[in-house]
């Protein structure tokens, strides 16, 4: 009698699109690294700030909407914000001091052994999501529909010349923000109503915007973080336009965060863009173009104006079929690379081969665990010695 041989076992793996598709992105070692193993699961690598910036926005936002449930006028913005030292004795706060929120986010994240990597770090973490706060709240509050939205759903993995263990994969994610805007409701002076219309033509009366904060900069046109962005916006408008209530998306916002308040890196980024035409914006005030050509690292940047800032935080993104087929297909392929290295560590490669190291930010790999047994860390002497690697 001929036996069968046995057929390899078929799986489904399962993405989440922040913590597996860009994390791989970013790094292919270090995504490899930091999931522990040749099965990917998803377990993002979230830095402080991030969460810090998420949970203190959605406190915020939660304590502006139980008052309106109650039938309450929330406090106007702005809303005090009372950084707290770590003592006993804490002082008072009024009920809508973001201080408050912030202070319990920070408590959550020391309990799970998260701290902000220095002094100066925490403060301007607090600087910013004040401005957050009082600059995003008046406009976004208001036409929040949901937040934390979870949407998942599957797709084929394209064809790959290896034998790979799986043919659909499940990608899912969940969104910071869901808004419906409704053009006759939402007022006219709600600069995120503006932005969408600037960039959005024939617009339906009634639509949804997907909003995603980044306690990040605005990359520049030609880094891949400024791709990558649209491809998770384009994406995350397929998976909601896949849930039964859903509205049509017509455009997703990026809220850069740290163009809040804006940094030596910032600074630096928006001089290296203006010199390299890779800014997607370049119509600023006068005034706010003298600051730009004067500045020099370590200088004070409060006197850029609002709208700047603003125009810097907010990048709109329009939604179309044909941006969410290019999107769609562009982590398709991203997948497809993830399981042919899976297979190759498989079938017996070194994993420093299998998952080679991709990464170019410089940033990233100083601040990457895995660094000192790395090829290839960006900004390392072509001498840079491999220590022994292991797998973890
Ligand atoms: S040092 Fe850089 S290139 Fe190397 S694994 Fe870390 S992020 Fe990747």
């Known amino acids: 009698m001929e036996l069968e041989i046995k057929r390899p076992e078929h799986i489904v793996p399962s993405y989440s699109l922040i913590g597996d598709l860009l994390s ?3 790094c292919r070692l270090q995504y490899r690294y930091h999931n522990g193993s040749a099965l990917p699961p998803s377990r993002p690598v979230q830095l402080w700030f991030g969460e810090f910036l998420h949970g203190t926005l959605e406190m915020s936002y939660r304590f502006w909407a139980e008052l309106r449930q109650e039938g309450q006028q929330p406090p106007d913005f702005p809303w005090p914000c009372t950084k707290r030292e770590w003592r006993q004795d804490s002082p008072r706060w009024e009920n809508h001091d973001i201080g408050k929120f912030a202070g319990a986010v920070e408590d ?3 309990q799970q052994g998260k701290q902000a990597r220095s002094t100066a770090a925490r403060d301007s973490a607090y600087r910013r999501v004040k401005v957050a706060v009082n600059e995003l709240g008046p406009h976004l509050f208001p036409l929040i529909a949901s937040t934390e939205r979870k949407v998942i759903g599957t797709r084929a993995v394209p064809d790959s010349v290896k034998d790979l263990r799986c043919d659909n994969y499940e990608v899912h994610g969940v969104i910071d923000v869901l808004t419906h805007v409704t053009l006759s409701e939402a007022s006219e002076d709600n600069f995120i109503r503006q932005y969408v219309q600037q960039v ?7 639509f949804e915007v997907i909003v995603d904060y980044k306690g990040a900069r605005r990359p520049l046109t030609d880094e891949p973080y400024w791709e990558q962005g649209d491809w998770q916006i384009q994406t995350y408008a397929w998976l909601r336009g896949r849930q039964p209530e859903a ?12 163009e809040l308040i804006l940094g030596d890196a ?11 035409r890779s800014t997607d914006q370049d119509r600023w005030t006068d005034q706010d173009k003298q600051i730009i050509r004067m500045w020099r690292e370590g200088m004070d940047t409060s006197q850029l104006s609002l709208d700047f ?3 810097r935080a907010i990048r709109i993104i329009p939604v179309s079929e044909q941006s969410i087929k290019r999107a769609l297909e562009s982590f398709d392929d991203v997948v497809r690379q993830a399981e042919e290295d899976v297979v190759d560590e498989a079938d017996g490669r070194n994993i420093l081969e299998a998952w080679a190291p991709n990464c170019e930010d410089e940033a990233t ?3 990457c665990d895995f660094r000192y047994f790395c090829p290839r860390p960006a900004g390392m002497p072509e001498n840079h010695k491999i220590k022994a690697p292991t797998a973890p």
């Not at 998306?249 to 965060?257: D, K, S």
């Open 24 to 26: 791989y992105l970013r």
């Open 108 to 110: 959550a994240l020391r």
């Open 200 to 206: 959005c033509s024939d617009l339906p009366e009634t």
């Open 247 to 258: 509205l049509p998306v017509v455009a997703g916002i990026l809220i850069y965060i740290n």
């Open 266 to 276: 910032e600074m630096q980024a928006i001089q290296r863009g203006l010199s390299n």
């Open 309 to 311: 800032r603003l125009r």
């Open 365 to 367: 790999c100083a601040a």
